[in-house]
């Protein structure tokens, strides 16, 4: 992969019409993501963390402001397939193995067919001997790790995970925040992650933006500078638990206005 | 539930003594049916086994060709009808926007009374085998839309946005997500299309074909020949049940899972009344303009084809409208007098069984498979049958419309049922609430939706059987009022008829349909969410 798109959102704002009534998912904001980097967006549930994923995906148009990814609208990354997301649900298509559909991300992508790429990204996420099966024979944590390598297959130069691992139970959870960010950190694509653990975030990303509730502006703007590859030594370290707790102490205010302010 | 399956049919043992039990029981059914008949023999209502085989065996050159002939029809209908079913379906899905008119049109067509478009079609077509073919296809093509346009609308949000992802367009969503999905719900459609196709084709031979099962049995009516009436009544539902199994067969073949839910509830996109009306008003348009356009654009003569104003005239403004309108509603009075309690009948004692038989589950393994074979039968081949055995009054023609409706009923309440969440079916469990107590907060609500979906398809159904059994035997009502004015070539009362039934359908229909909205938004408005 050699480009590494910065991303730029100058200005963007998105409200929903709902039942006649406007509602604003998104406040404007304006960040800047440097390429290369993984950048986390946390946030209480319904605070349109989701959303603004899906305005960096051109899934849905922005109210205001632009949205540029290197040099190109979202639109146009996407529709030269150069973005590639994980959704909480593996959308897995039931009809295809785990083969055809790691596959589909490449012909989806209009990459070349290559069997062997398909084979070595099953491998990497540890399914060798399960490319035949099909989504329904495979538990939750394999069939996220399936979704995940369909989203590689396509060798995009943005990756979007929109809390890919929200489904699936905590050991796995843990096991593939160990074993896959390897996998993205090798392709050096620029990504966003959406995530409501504070741990996963710390762990992931190198740099996190909080977001407030519903409508989402960025509450706080925390860099992780914490070594790579973070194994269990970096996760057990005061650096960690301290970014923990700032995390979680920048929700904690937004989430709660009323209660900080009676203190 | 594979493993199950597999591990009971697996030993030999199992599959012979299975094999054995219902031996048994057939041979059992058959001693019982033979009695019976014997027993009645001076009624003539009820043909013994031994008589029907004889007759068999006398006719079976006879029995054969025209077997041979219906099947013909029946299969080219078959794919004609299931083609246009599953393009509609696709056009309907690609063009959200007309989805309802589509809907609406589609419905209409489907309950034009084969009893009026048969000789009508025989006009168009003169001899040969045109019109049974026609009627094969127009008694298959709306249950294949149905399931076929909710199939390919009924993939999860994230799979449409897996492929917008990578930026590709429509074409990409329909190879690789909606056509895949629909496939099981094709397969459905079509199961239940194959036993219809053949009983279109026979109803296409009432009138005035030459060759056929469907001849033969109007032969065998007329002629009070009751061997010959049951010899068809038996080939045509063993030919229908082998359809419907084979087609079956042929889905698990390819193995795909069942799909989830046939028939998804009418989609409310107008919210506002003046969007309904207007979309109400749209329809008729359309469907006025189609059907004089149609005509105008084939030269069709005005002696026989006759355009929506003709019928106006004929009803409203001509002289003797008066008359005409008092014999054309007086016929649809003594219809829907037997139409609305067979309908009725029919439904609730479909969703009181299935829901009797949760009650007593040993029971439904038993009642289910035959359940599903009995679907397959064409009631309507049987109806001169159940008329005889109950009298040309009321309940004859009632019982007809009633069987028409139960089986389809019964199985789709089933599996409604089937559908009730697990979590909440445990959540009775850890209370120890009653079977009847589970089955009236959990099950009932649960089973609700699949009851509506029968609800609306049973109407058509409902057409279907009370013309034919008022055509064939009884003499009375719309049924008859159309065979009779279609010999006297007297169009101007069969179209006024048409129109008026195609009315009476579309009105139906959008009576339950509002009903079913207004239940479901309390019981499961997941289901109105789409």
Known sequence: ??????????????????????????????????????????????????????????????????????AETPDALRRRAGLAMAFQDPALLPWRTVEGNVALGRALARKPRDPKVVRDLIALVGLSGFEGRRPAELSGGMQQRVAIARALAGEPELLLLDEPFAAVDALTRDRLNTELPPLWEARGASSVLVTHSVAEAVRLSDRILVLTPRPARIAADIAVPLPRPRGAEVLASRAFRALCAEVTEALRVHQYPDTVAAQ | MKPGRGALSGSPEAEIFGALRRGVGVALVLLLWELLARATVGSYIIAAPSEITRHMLGHADLLGRALATTLGSAARGFLWGNLAGALLALAAVLMPRGERLLSTLALLVFCLPLVATGPILRVLYGPGSGPQVTLAAMAVYYTTFLPVLVGLRAAPQGWFDLVRSYGRGPVTVLREVRLPAALPYLVAGLQIAAPAAFLGAMVGEFTGAERGLGVLTVRALRALDLPATWSIAVIAAGVSMLAFAAVGALGRRLDLAPPEVLLAPPVARGRRPWANLAEAGLATAVTLLLWKGSMELFGLPRFFAKRPEDVWGYLVAAPGADAHRARLLGALGETLAMAVPGYLAGLLLGAGLAMALTLRPRLSGAVIPLSIALRSIPIVATAPLVVWALGREATGTIAVVALMIFFPTLIAC??????????????????????????????????????????RMAIPAAILAVTTAEWLATGRGIGALMATVASTSDYGMLWSAI???GLAAVLAHALVAALERRVLARTSPEQLAR
């Open chain 2, 414 to 455: 089933q599996h409604g049922l089937a559908r009730t969440p697990r979590a909440v079916l445990d959540l009775f469990a850890v209370y120890a609430a009653s079977p009847l107590r589970r089955l009236l907060d959990a099950q009932l609500p649960a089973m609700l939706p699949a009851l509506f979906a029968s609800a």
């Open chain 2, 499 to 501: 129109a008026l039934i």
């Open chain 1, 1 to 70: 992969m050699s480009a590494r798109p910065d991303i730029c959102l100058v200005g963007v704002a998105k409200s929903f019409g709902v039942d006649g009534r406007r509602v604003e998912a998104v406040a404007p904001i304006n960040v800047r993501l440097a390429g290369g980097q993984m950048t986390a967006l946390v946030g209480p549930s319904g605070c349109g963390k989701s959303t603004l994923l899906r305005l960096i995906a051109g899934l849905e148009a922005t109210t205001e402001g632009t949205i540029t990814i290197g």
